[in-house]
């Protein structure tokens, strides 16, 4: 079992492009969500992913977007990119349970560097 | 929404010693607290973890309490070692649909030979 992957794991960006990061959830979770984890703090929640349609969002802007495919994999888009949005983008995975609570599994990350 | 306090900021502790990292919450419908363990450069790691019906849970060196009326929850780890220095969040969840974490903002633990 591979766990959460990742990709790429590390990009450069320049301010005002555009970023796609890619997650692949554990096998047998159906739920993905991505944080954003800014030098020294602690992951930020920017939004959640079931049945392919957002469930939650954080208090990011609309600049940031996201997907979900048939295969649970997801994707974290950022437009517009300012030196803000320089950190670590976390994905997790997990199953989700009406009742209780979700272990979450983290990959390893993307980090992000806007120049 | 929920807001999750965390405190030591850093903690140095000498090897055998133990370790106490405190977190207060503000949401009272908050009902699971996770503890993440963050290595330098790595993914964070679930180390334990409690749900709101229990106040004590403990796992070979690592010990978590909850105090629901205070809004509090901390960390002990006993016996440290080096391997034991990490980053550690807490968080808190509102679970049923969704399970979105709250963060604190971690706790940088540093144990010296």
């Known amino acids: 079992d591979a766990g959460v992957t990742q990709s790429p794991t590390h990009l450069i960006k320049t301010r005002g492009q555009q970023v796609t990061l890619r997650c692949s959830p554990k096998?047998?979770?159906?739920?993905v969500s991505w944080y954003q984890q800014a030098l020294g703090q602690g992951p930020q929640f920017i939004f959640q992913?079931?049945?392919?349609?957002?469930?939650q969002r954080g208090n990011f802007p609309d600049r940031f977007s996201g997907h979900q495919f048939p295969n649970y994999s997801s994707e974290l888009n950022v437009n517009a990119l300012l030196l803000g949005d320089s950190a670590l983008y976390l994905c997790?995975?997990?199953?989700?349970?009406?009742?209780?609570?979700?272990?979450?599994?983290f990959g390893a990350g993307s980090r992000l560097t806007v120049l | 929404g929920e807001n999750v306090e965390q405190h030591p900021s850093t903690l140095s502790v000498q090897e055998g010693d133990s370790a106490v990292i405190k977190c207060t919450y503000s949401?009272?419908?908050?009902?699971?607290f996770p503890w993440y363990k963050q290595e330098l450069g790595k993914r964070p790691q679930l180390i334990i973890d409690?749900?709101?019906?229990?106040g004590e849970k403990k796992d070979q060196r690592i010990a978590v309490t909850l105090n629901k009326t205070a809004k509090h929850f901390s960390l002990h780890i006993t016996e440290t070692q080096p391997e034991d220095s990490a980053v550690y969040f807490c968080?808190?969840?509102?679970?049923?649909?969704?399970?979105?974490?709250?963060f604190g903002t971690g706790t940088q633990l540093k144990v010296e030979l």
């Open positions: 409690i749900r709101s019906n229990v």
């Open positions: 949401d009272s419908a908050s009902n699971y």
């Open positions: 968080a808190a969840v509102i679970t049923g649909g969704g399970n979105k974490l709250t």
């Open positions: 096998s047998g979770h159906d739920t």
């Open positions: 992913y079931y049945e392919e349609e957002e469930r």
């Open positions: 997790a995975s997990s199953i989700d349970r009406r009742s209780g609570a979700n272990v979450l599994t």
